[in-house]
């Protein structure tokens, strides 16, 4: 078991930008694809964005691509979501998720992960 501590969230208005961090006390260096998913009330949980750390590969969902940016600072033990640019449709609640193994052909479906975080929100207000 590993903990991930998701935080970062808040309220803002559209056009705003937010950084969310997901930090993991133990196991690090078995979490080699971390993401970032989200859902809104009524909604299906989407993923958001994906590091891997053998590669330093990032990936990102159509409707954030050029707004969001995904990074992870192994000295911290923290993997970072950076929003800009956020819109209304953004507003949910994120979560942090890890798993051993690649992202590739694999980050966007959320049964590949096994670890979990709690959970932030975020509001953004037109």
């Known amino acids: 078991q590993v903990a991930l501590v998701e935080s970062g969230g808040g309220a803002v208005e559209a056009g705003g930008s937010l950084r969310l961090a997901c930090a993991a006390s133990?196991?690090?260096?078995?979490?080699?694809?971390m993401s970032w998913f989200r859902q809104a009330p009524g909604k299906e949980r989407e993923a958001v964005a994906a590091v891997y750390t053998g590669l330093d590969s990032t990936y990102y969902s159509d409707s954030v691509k050029d707004r969001f940016a995904i990074s992870r600072d192994d000295s911290k033990k923290t993997v970072y979501l950076q929003m800009n640019s956020l819109r209304p449709e953004d507003t949910a609640t994120y979560y942090c998720?890890?798993?051993?193994?690649?992202?590739?052909?694999?980050?966007?479906?959320?049964?590949?992960?096994?670890?979990w975080g709690q959970g932030t929100q975020v509001t953004v207000s037109s």
């Open positions: 133990t196991n690090w260096y078995t979490l080699t694809c």
């Open positions: 998720a890890a798993s051993k193994g690649g992202c590739a052909g694999r980050w966007l479906n959320a049964r590949e992960y096994n670890r």
